[in-house]
């Protein structure tokens, strides 16, 4: 199927754009549709690159309002890991099902999710039509030989996701260093290796996590896992509020990402916020996510690049600290090859939204500062992934049904 948008705006020029197999195939003032197209008419729509959501457990719209107000560890234990104990694997499709929708019509069409029933997960990603990276969870309790006994389910369920198709890609996800062993970690990090896959784990989210590690191994968490062969170019570390300079240092040595989740660092009250200022001046690859809804509660990438922009400015003490045009950026994952972010141009995956430029947020101004500071999900009127129009006039197939199956599951996991 061939796409052509005609009359969008792009650096206030109007534009045409055509996408085959995928791909944009040319893009520029003279570019018309050609017999057989598919035609968008984008006149008063401005054509954006799309966001790139770098940490998700997208199934958790399941829980979405569930132990809310509550510390970290006390709500992951007390609600979050006995519901979860109740999932059965279709819960987890329909959850991420939702949460595709969510992500389509806020602008986001790259997610990288850690979640259990992986393949479930991949299985929601291509009935979407999204991209994702996709883990199925990894933990051991701390137990080398419960670790050793799942590795091979480990390898059967990359096997099986990565034969879901081009728009998903195995990932390793270890949950994080107080529930997997150092055994598992090594090995986790070997075969992502071998396998050149994504490995992703949360870090440093709590000033406790940072402290238990200096206890249990002598040496603080980032330090820890590169000992472990952990660290690499396709390493994605969640969070990152409680790292120090030294590990700022090793984290852009290794090329490996950190990705900032504000919303959830905010809501869970962890005590800082990801040092932005530090980790860029070392040079440290950085991308955007928004954490499970149980802990944001939403996915908009809108929403949290504003945050992400703000809380640094507050932290800093200085206004111009994270400016608009780089807090969108990195939302749109162009500051770490990791995440795979892809700019509007030809030869680039046909993957791009149409934003309503006549929404009041976007009427005046710089358009990246509206984006940042004033702007929603709910600017993005057009979705496109891989060519194919996920959502047009803000108008999903089917988004009624989800919400109703996800509702009925989700009384059932939390009552």
């Given at each position: 199927m061939s796409l052509a948008v005609t009359g969008a705006e792009l650096d206030g020029q109007a534009i045409g754009l055509r996408a085959e197999d995928g791909l944009i195939a040319?893009?520029?003032?003279?570019?018309?549709?050609?017999?057989?197209?598919v035609v968008i008419d984008a006149d008063g729509l401005l054509l954006s690159p799309p966001m790139v959501n770098g940490h998700t457990h997208a199934a958790m719209t399941l829980f979405r309002g569930f132990g809310d107000d509550m510390p970290l560890m006390e709500w992951l234990r007390t609600r979050i890991w006995p519901a979860e104990a109740k999932l059965h694997p279709d819960d987890v499709y329909w959850g991420t099902r939702l949460a595709c929708l969510e992500m389509i019509r806020s602008g986001t069409t790259r997610f990288f999710d850690m979640y259990w029933h992986g393949m479930e997960v991949a299985r929601a990603v291509v009935d979407a039509g999204l991209r994702a990276a996709v883990s199925s969870v990894l933990i051991?309790?701390?137990?080398?030989?419960?670790?050793?006994s799942m590795r091979g389910e480990v390898l059967e369920s990359l096997d099986r996701i990565g034969d879901s198709g081009p728009r998903v890609s195995p990932s390793l996800g270890p949950h994080a260093i107080y529930t997997v062993s150092s055994e598992s970690l090594a090995w986790l990090a070997e075969v992502a290796a071998e396998q050149e896959i994504s490995l992703q784990i949360h870090l440093s989210e709590t000033e406790e996590e940072v402290k238990d590690c200096i206890d249990a191994h002598g040496k603080r968490p980032v330090a820890y896992l590169d000992e472990l062969g952990f660290l690499g170019p396709r390493t994605l570390l969640a969070h990152g509020v409680w790292l120090d300079d030294a590990e700022l240092e090793l984290i852009a040595e290794r090329d490996a990402t950190v990705v900032a989740n504000p919303a959830a660092n905010m809501k869970l009250a962890v005590g800082g916020v990801f040092p932005y200022p530090r980790a860029a001046e070392a040079g440290v690859a950085i991308g955007l996510g928004t954490d499970g809804v149980s802990s944001n509660s939403n996915l908009d990438c809108f929403e949290e690049v504003k945050l992400l922009a703000l809380s640094q400015k507050q932290a800093s003490g200085?206004?111009?600290?994270l400016p608009a045009g780089e807090a969108l950026a990195i939302a749109r994952g162009l500051r770490s090859p990791a995440l795979g972010g892809t700019s509007v141009e030809a030869g680039q995956p046909a993957d791009f939204l149409l934003l309503r430029g006549s929404d009041p947020e976007l009427s005046a101004g710089d358009l990246d500062a509206d984006l940042v500071y004033a702007a929603?999900?709910?600017?993005v009127d057009t979705t496109v992934v891989a060519g194919r129009v996920l959502m047009r006039d803000r108008v999903?197939?089917?988004?009624?049904?989800?919400?109703?199956?996800?509702r009925a599951r989700a009384a059932r996991l939390t009552g």
């Open positions: 040319e893009i520029g003032p003279s570019v018309e549709p050609r017999v057989g197209d051991d309790g701390l137990d080398p030989a419960k670790g050793e200085d206004s111009a600290t929603s999900g709910s600017v999903v197939p089917a988004a009624d049904e989800l919400v109703a199956e996800v």
